[in-house]
């Protein structure tokens, strides 16, 4: 038996709850983990609170990070004893994942943890951290330099954009942070922002084209934020759109990408290619200031998680959540 977070959903509605789980009811897998944390990403809030339809199967066990140690491997990559890391590939959605101390997955997903990092700070990283090094990747692929102005980063006290303001600042950029929260404006600072503004600038419907501000973005809101960061950057620069928390929808025109040539690159975390996870994961270990990382995360206990979820969604959560699941 082992504990974990067991979402179901019948006849008696959906819930979830901390739960001893039979080993027995793991689904298949060629590696069995000995998970020691996990995570708590906006995903994760949504299936936990049933306010989204994350969830494919029931029962499910949320978590869509988890990293610990093989216990039992017929991978021929993984062996017992050796510390992994995964983020995605549907774990937590059609596959049980990391909010429970045992986790039986497919070795394809896993990667080894990197030797720069603890398993509490993977975690503090996680799914949200290795997005934003897969955004600042893309903006890089596309030859956005800091010498070419400022860098907007939308949802900046999140988990996507406090790994993100903390890693561009790194290397260098001028970052400005977005924000809902004003309140946090200290803590963005600190993570590197040189300027913050209000969200309310940029959630309404805007122009087709605005003055030219911006040589990049890293934009988690989508809807009309994602709209008018469009509209406001400059000839040439590039927007990378990775999540919806403002709304899945873009009303948006075509202007900024045929009149100011204006790239929009799209960036999936689920199930992005083995090659770049490690690209990502490797420049975190460079590019991630690890006293910021500090700053960025707080430590929960499984039963805490449940009720942070709502928490989360609501935007009342700064940075990351690190799940230790085994207390």
């Known amino acids: 038996m082992f504990k974990g977070i067991l979402i179901e959903k019948d006849e008696a509605g959906y819930r979830a709850a901390v739960k001893d789980i039979d080993e027995a009811q793991l689904p298949t897998g060629d590696v069995t983990v000995r998970v020691s944390h996990s995570t708590l990403n906006y995903k994760d809030g949504l299936a936990i609170t049933g306010k989204g339809p994350v969830v494919r199967k029931f029962p499910m066990v949320p978590g869509i990070d988890l990293v610990g140690t093989v216990e039992e491997s017929t991978h021929a990559q993984y062996k017992a004893g050796d510390r992994v890391l995964l983020n995605g590939w549907g774990v937590g959605e059609t596959h049980w994942g990391g909010l429970a101390q045992k986790a039986r997955l497919n070795g394809d997903w896993l990667i080894p943890l990197p030797a720069g990092f603890t398993p509490q700070q993977a975690m503090a990283i996680g799914t949200a951290g290795y997005t934003a090094m897969l955004c600042v990747l893309a903006l890089e692929r596309h030859g956005v330099k800091p010498a ?34 004003p309140q946090d404006g200290e803590y963005l600072k600190d993570l590197g922002a040189t300027e913050v503004l209000e969200r309310s600038q940029f959630s309404a419907p805007g122009k087709p084209l605005g003055k030219e501000r911006w040589a990049g973005a890293v934009d988690v809101a989508g809807s009309h934020v994602l709209a008018n960061v469009c509209a406001t950057t400059k000839y040439r620069g590039v927007v990378t759109a990775c999540g919806l928390a403002a709304g899945m929808d873009l009303p948006a025109t075509v202007a900024p990408f045929i009149l100011r040539g204006v790239t929009l690159a799209g960036i999936d975390s689920v199930m992005c290619p083995r090659a770049d996870r490690l690209q990502a994961w490797q420049r975190l270990e460079t590019d991630l ?27 009342k959560v700064r940075g990351r959540i690190v799940v230790d699941v085994n207390r």
């Open 289 to 315: 200031d690890m006293a910021k990382l500090g700053n960025i995360s707080q430590e929960v206990g499984l039963d805490e998680a449940i009720p942070l979820a709502s928490k989360l969604l609501e935007g």
């Open 148 to 181: 070419d102005g400022e860098i907007l980063v939308t949802g900046a006290a999140g988990g996507v954009g406090s790994v993100a303001v903390a890693v561009l600042a790194k290397l260098g950029y001028s970052v400005v942070a977005l924000t809902g929260r």
